[in-house]
């Protein structure tokens, strides 16, 4: 299994640019969720899902879409991007059932919007 | 809101050293997980514990949940330089399935 799985690694973006950050799963979880870490703010939940078709906000969703229209998929889109959402941007799973909600993190997205 | 204070921020100490890391809330959580992340990577997860008074072993690792369930630690003894990362501890609420409140995280760095 790959495990979670982030694309790409790195990105550069221009204020007002739009642009998708891709995440997939092997591990026919039904839970998602994407996380931002900023220094000295720790993770922090942008949007989740608990199943295909099924998304919510977080704790930081503004300027952010999501949609889920498979298990394995959970996009995050950004629409018009801004210097305050540079950022390490990591997309998690879990069973939906496991004990504790642990979670799976994939390697993670490096954001710098100019 | 729930919040989850860890402490200290930063910790740089010497190979053979023990240290603990602390997390601390006013809110009572079904669950605490600690993970630990390294530079470039995601958060690893190391321990779930659920239970109050709870008491986990990792070879060098002990974690112990509170008898509250607010707050938890992290002892590590003899430290080795590959224990050197960002300790990060993540409380369940129960509620929406897998949502988690994470604390801003430990920075270790333990020198040869």
């Given at each position: 299994?790959a495990?979670?799985?982030?694309?790409?690694?790195?990105?550069?973006?221009?204020?007002?640019?739009?642009?998708?950050?891709?995440?997939a799963?092997?591990?026919?979880?039904?839970?998602?969720?994407?996380?931002?870490?900023?220094?000295?703010?720790?993770?922090?939940?942008?949007?989740?899902?608990?199943?295909?078709?099924?998304?919510?906000?977080?704790?930081?969703?503004?300027?952010?879409?999501?949609?889920?229209?498979?298990?394995e998929?959970?996009?995050?889109?950004?629409?018009?991007?801004?210097?305050?959402?540079?950022?390490?941007?990591?997309?998690?799973?879990?069973?939906r059932?496991?004990?504790?909600?642990?979670?799976?993190?994939?390697?993670?997205?490096?954001?710098?919007?100019? | 809101?729930?919040?989850?204070?860890?402490?200290?921020?930063?910790?740089?100490?010497?190979?053979?050293?023990?240290?603990?890391?602390?997390?601390?809330?006013?809110?009572?959580?079904?669950?605490?997980?600690?993970?630990?992340?390294?530079?470039?990577?995601?958060?690893?997860?190391?321990?779930?514990?659920?239970?109050?008074?709870?008491?986990?072993?990792?070879?060098?690792?002990?974690?112990?949940?509170?008898?509250?369930?607010?707050?938890s630690?992290?002892?590590?003894?003899?430290?080795?330089?590959?224990?050197?990362?960002?300790?990060?501890?993540?409380?369940?609420?129960?509620?929406?399935?897998?949502n988690?409140?994470?604390?801003?995280?430990?920075?270790?760095?333990?020198?040869?």
């Open positions: 299994n495990g979670v799985t982030q694309t790409p690694k790195f990105q550069v973006l221009k204020t007002g640019q739009s642009m998708t950050l891709q995440c799963q092997d591990m026919n979880h039904e839970y998602m969720s994407w996380y931002r870490q900023d220094p000295g703010m720790g993770l922090r939940l942008i949007h989740y899902s608990v199943g295909a078709g099924i998304t919510d906000q977080g704790e930081v969703p503004n300027g952010y879409n999501v949609s889920r229209s498979t298990t998929d959970f996009p995050l889109r950004l629409l018009s991007a801004a210097p305050s959402q540079t950022s390490v941007y990591f997309c998690a799973s879990s069973p059932f496991s004990a504790g909600g642990e979670q799976f993190f994939g390697p993670g997205t490096r954001l710098t919007v100019l | 809101t729930q919040l989850l204070e860890q402490s200290p921020q930063f910790l740089s100490i010497q190979e053979g050293e023990n240290l603990t890391v602390y997390c601390n809330s006013s809110s009572v959580f079904s669950s605490l997980q600690w993970y630990r992340q390294e530079p470039g990577e995601g958060p690893v997860l190391l321990v779930t514990v659920v239970t109050g008074g709870e008491v986990k072993k990792l070879k060098r690792l002990t974690f112990q949940f509170g008898d509250a369930r607010k707050d630690s992290l002892h590590i003894t003899a430290a080795q330089p590959g224990d050197t990362g960002l300790y990060l501890c993540a409380g369940g609420s129960g509620g929406s399935q897998g988690l409140i994470f604390g801003k995280g430990t920075k270790l760095s333990v020198k040869p």
